[in-house]
């Protein structure tokens, strides 16, 4: 049976194109997913997400099971509200799914998961919970609901919304959050723009997604939202990797941690099979339209799309692609689109953030 969120019945209410996502019922655009885009570069908008999955890690050994469980190093966080993102990987070093991790204080960590993946990382964590006999527990908040809000303006808006987040949240660095009554503030996002990602109680979820609105504020949807997320260099899970990927392959080595002495689920793996390729961005001189699983040819050997679209800011399309080692920014390259050949330019992988293009 299709889940849905608390905003399900706004959603419909506004118009929204609804379709199935990961089990749950999500919109898709709420007309033009064209212009929605445009609303979070220029302006901003709000994004229900959620669907994804908030869990509390809490115990007095919450963090000895984060250390071993992620492949980033949960030492990093210091100061509460610190955010870390990373992956859970598998013994072969795949990755069974990326993550936030917020630190609250040593005995609490807020996890944010995917959808698709929620009761799979569950089982997860519950089965290494029980194998290294750890006392901490994971606990799912089905209790509350999410709302991102990006773009240039989306912090006046959300004041404007929340006048009393202003003072604790005015002065967040990016990938940090702050409780304010019962909203959680994270300057988090999945779109290249600055905003927030805003955790509270689903049954104040529709009131805040009104105010918002009333403020002016464009409901956006998972169309703009990958369009917006691959402008800006983002992985998917799934697409740009998954459980048999490595993360040296998927862009993700910075998000690991190799070098201190703890140990992690997959570290063996990764230390034994270094990087085979490299993860680059794609930009096609040539009319189509770029998309997953397809071919790139280079003087160096093969390589994949692994997320493509058209890119609303750019006007031309944009592809996210594992390369061969050897290949260099600034190559051009093939790609196999409908048994024809086009020119593709290799860039770094992050087209648009900020409302600045990049390449």
């Excluded at 898709?28 to 302006?43: C, K, M, N, T």
């Excluded at 160096?300 to 592809?319: M, N, R, V």
């Amino acid at each position: 049976m299709t889940q849905q969120t608390a905003l399900n019945a706004a959603h419909r209410r506004g118009g929204a194109k609804m379709v199935d996502f990961g089990g749950w019922d999500m919109p898709l655009h709420y007309g033009s997913q064209i212009e929605e885009h445009h609303a979070v570069r220029r302006d901003c908008g709000m994004f229900d997400v959620s669907h994804m999955c908030a869990l509390d890690i809490i115990g007095p050994e919450a963090r000895a099971f984060l250390l071993r469980l992620i492949a980033n190093n949960v030492d990093k966080l210091k100061q509460p509200g610190k955010a870390l993102y990373s992956a859970m990987l598998n013994e072969s070093g795949g990755v069974v799914d990326d993550l936030i991790v917020y630190y609250i204080n040593d005995t609490k960590y807020r996890v944010v998961i995917n959808a698709g993946t929620t009761e799979k990382d569950l089982d997860w964590m519950a089965a290494h919970l029980v194998e290294w006999k750890l006392e901490a527990v994971c606990i799912p908040r089905r209790d509350l609901a999410m709302i991102a809000i990006q773009g240039p303006n989306a912090r006046a808006r959300v004041w404007q919304v929340l006048p009393e987040t202003r003072t604790a949240s005015e002065l967040l660095k990016p990938f940090f959050a702050v409780t304010v009554g019962d909203y959680f503030v994270a300057s988090t996002g999945y779109t290249g723009e600055d905003g927030f990602e805003i955790t509270l109680p689903a049954s104040k979820a529709e009131a805040l997604w009104q105010a918002l609105f009333t403020a002016g504020v464009k409901p956006i949807g998972l169309g703009a939202r990958d369009t917006l997320r691959l402008e800006a260099g983002m992985n998917l899970y799934g697409q740009d990797m998954n459980e048999k990927i490595s993360p040296l392959d998927a862009g993700m080595a910075w998000t690991v941690d190799l070098l201190a002495a703890r140990d992690f689920v997959g570290k063996a793996a990764l230390l034994a099979n270094p990087r085979q390729k490299q993860f680059l961005g794609l930009l096609l001189l040539d009319r189509g339209v770029l998309r997953a699983h397809q071919q790139v040819i280079t003087p160096h050997g093969a390589g994949e799309i692994t997320s493509g679209t058209y890119s609303p800011s750019l006007q031309q399309s944009i592809a996210l692609a594992r390369l061969p080692l050897e290949v260099m920014i600034g190559d051009t390259v093939k790609v196999e689109i409908r048994d024809k050949q086009l020119s593709a330019r290799v860039v770094k992988p992050c087209f648009v953030r900020n409302g600045k293009t990049l390449i």
